[in-house]
Protein backbone atom coordinates (compact mmCIF):
# COMPACT_ATOMS: atom_id res chain seq x y z
CA UNK A 1 0.00 0.00 0.00
CA UNK A 2 1.50 3.54 -0.99
CA UNK A 3 1.27 5.83 2.04
CA UNK A 4 1.66 9.02 0.41
CA UNK A 5 1.54 12.15 2.54
CA UNK A 6 1.01 15.54 1.32
CA UNK A 7 2.33 18.50 4.06
CA UNK A 8 1.44 22.15 3.63
CA UNK A 9 4.40 24.15 2.55
CA UNK A 10 4.61 27.15 4.74
CA UNK A 11 8.08 29.79 3.48
CA UNK A 12 9.46 31.37 6.21
CA UNK A 13 12.42 34.34 5.71
CA UNK A 14 15.22 31.92 5.06
CA UNK A 15 13.34 29.91 2.55
CA UNK A 16 11.84 32.94 0.54
CA UNK A 17 13.26 33.32 -2.96
CA UNK A 18 13.08 37.00 -3.94
CA UNK A 19 13.80 38.59 -7.12
CA UNK A 20 14.09 42.07 -8.76
CA UNK A 21 11.21 43.15 -11.18
CA UNK A 22 10.86 46.01 -13.80
CA UNK A 23 7.79 47.00 -14.34
CA UNK A 24 7.27 50.02 -16.90
CA UNK A 25 3.90 52.13 -16.34
CA UNK A 26 4.38 54.09 -19.23
CA UNK A 27 0.29 53.81 -20.62
CA UNK A 28 -0.77 52.18 -17.68
CA UNK A 29 -3.92 53.01 -15.99
CA UNK A 30 -2.68 53.50 -12.32
CA UNK A 31 -5.75 51.45 -10.04
CA UNK A 32 -4.87 48.22 -12.82
CA UNK A 33 -1.28 48.89 -12.55
CA UNK A 34 -1.12 49.78 -8.64
CA UNK A 35 -2.72 46.10 -8.30
CA UNK A 36 -0.94 43.91 -10.14
CA UNK A 37 2.42 45.42 -8.01
CA UNK A 38 0.58 44.97 -4.88
CA UNK A 39 0.12 41.07 -6.00
CA UNK A 40 3.55 40.59 -7.19
CA UNK A 41 5.12 42.70 -3.81
CA UNK A 42 2.49 40.64 -1.32
CA UNK A 43 3.85 37.53 -2.77
CA UNK A 44 0.50 36.01 -4.07
CA UNK A 45 1.88 35.15 -7.39
CA UNK A 46 3.83 32.65 -5.94
CA UNK A 47 2.84 28.99 -5.46
CA UNK A 48 4.21 28.88 -1.61
CA UNK A 49 2.20 32.08 -0.65
CA UNK A 50 2.58 32.42 3.08
CA UNK A 51 0.02 35.48 4.32
CA UNK A 52 2.54 36.31 7.47
CA UNK A 53 5.44 36.12 5.57
CA UNK A 54 7.03 38.94 3.09
CA UNK A 55 7.59 37.02 0.60
CA UNK A 56 6.87 38.95 -2.42
CA UNK A 57 9.60 40.05 -5.03
CA UNK A 58 10.93 43.45 -4.86
CA UNK A 59 9.27 45.72 -8.08
CA UNK A 60 11.50 48.91 -9.51
CA UNK A 61 8.40 50.97 -11.26
CA UNK A 62 9.75 53.64 -13.86
CA UNK A 63 7.78 56.17 -16.22
CA UNK A 64 5.54 56.90 -13.44
CA UNK A 65 5.03 60.22 -14.55
CA UNK A 66 3.36 58.62 -17.73
CA UNK A 67 0.65 56.67 -16.05
CA UNK A 68 -3.09 57.36 -17.17
CA UNK A 69 -6.65 58.32 -15.12
CA UNK A 70 -9.35 57.64 -16.72
CA UNK A 71 -12.59 59.71 -16.85
CA UNK A 72 -12.43 62.86 -14.52
CA UNK A 73 -10.20 61.65 -11.83
CA UNK A 74 -6.92 64.39 -12.46
CA UNK A 75 -9.34 67.14 -11.26
CA UNK A 76 -11.82 65.31 -8.76
CA UNK A 77 -9.55 62.90 -7.00
CA UNK A 78 -8.01 64.45 -3.91
CA UNK A 79 -5.68 62.94 -1.48
CA UNK A 80 -6.61 64.74 1.72
CA UNK A 81 -4.32 64.42 4.79
CA UNK A 82 -4.04 66.14 8.60
CA UNK A 83 -1.04 68.31 9.82
CA UNK A 84 -2.33 67.53 13.48
CA UNK A 85 -2.74 71.48 13.64
CA UNK A 86 -6.21 72.79 14.28
CA UNK A 87 -7.69 73.95 11.16
CA UNK A 88 -5.17 71.91 9.38
CA UNK A 89 -6.84 69.69 7.09
CA UNK A 90 -5.06 70.00 3.49
CA UNK A 91 -5.81 68.29 0.57
CA UNK A 92 -4.11 68.10 -3.46
CA UNK A 93 -5.94 67.12 -6.68
CA UNK A 94 -3.63 64.31 -8.66
CA UNK A 95 -2.78 66.74 -11.23
CA UNK A 96 -1.18 68.97 -8.91
CA UNK A 97 0.27 66.05 -7.21
CA UNK A 98 1.53 64.34 -10.57
CA UNK A 99 3.17 67.97 -10.80
CA UNK A 100 4.74 68.00 -8.16
CA UNK A 101 5.57 64.24 -6.94
CA UNK A 102 4.79 61.88 -9.98
CA UNK A 103 6.09 58.86 -7.79
CA UNK A 104 3.61 59.30 -5.12
CA UNK A 105 0.48 58.31 -7.30
CA UNK A 106 1.77 55.12 -7.50
CA UNK A 107 3.16 54.68 -4.10
CA UNK A 108 -0.18 55.99 -2.78
CA UNK A 109 -2.40 53.67 -5.24
CA UNK A 110 -0.24 50.64 -4.55
CA UNK A 111 0.14 51.37 -0.93
CA UNK A 112 -3.62 51.60 0.20
CA UNK A 113 -3.66 47.74 -1.21
CA UNK A 114 -1.57 46.37 0.93
CA UNK A 115 -2.03 45.56 4.54
CA UNK A 116 -2.07 47.85 7.20
CA UNK A 117 0.24 46.59 9.66
CA UNK A 118 3.81 45.88 10.39
CA UNK A 119 3.75 43.49 7.53
CA UNK A 120 2.13 46.07 5.08
CA UNK A 121 4.79 48.71 6.41
CA UNK A 122 7.89 46.16 5.52
CA UNK A 123 6.23 45.13 1.97
CA UNK A 124 5.87 49.06 0.92
CA UNK A 125 10.06 48.76 1.67
CA UNK A 126 10.48 46.76 -1.64
CA UNK A 127 8.62 49.12 -3.98
CA UNK A 128 11.15 51.30 -5.70
CA UNK A 129 9.16 54.13 -8.25
CA UNK A 130 11.17 56.58 -10.69
CA UNK A 131 10.26 59.29 -12.71
CA UNK A 132 11.73 58.71 -16.23
CA UNK A 133 13.32 56.09 -17.40
CA UNK A 134 16.42 55.74 -15.10
CA UNK A 135 17.02 53.73 -12.22
CA UNK A 136 19.46 53.10 -9.54
CA UNK A 137 19.15 49.11 -9.49
CA UNK A 138 20.82 48.02 -12.39
CA UNK A 139 22.82 45.80 -10.28
CA UNK A 140 20.13 43.78 -9.23
CA UNK A 141 19.78 42.75 -12.70
CA UNK A 142 15.81 43.39 -12.64
CA UNK A 143 13.84 40.85 -14.63
CA UNK A 144 11.67 42.88 -17.03
CA UNK A 145 7.80 42.08 -16.76
CA UNK A 146 5.13 42.83 -19.05
CA UNK A 147 2.57 43.47 -16.76
CA UNK A 148 -0.41 43.42 -19.14
CA UNK A 149 0.39 39.99 -19.90
CA UNK A 150 0.42 39.07 -15.57
CA UNK A 151 -2.63 38.16 -13.81
Given at each position: ??????????????TVKKEWLLVDAEGQVLGRLAS??????????????????????????????????????????????HTGYPGGQRSITARDLMKKHP?????????????????????????????????????????????????
Amino acid sequence: MDTTSYKTISANKQTVKKEWLLVDAEGQVLGRLASKIAKILRGKHKPDFTPHVDGGDHVVVINADKIILTGNKWDDKEYIWHTGYPGGQRSITARDLMKKHPERLVEKAVKGMLPKNKLGRKIFKNLHVYVGSEHPHQAQNPKVLDINKFK
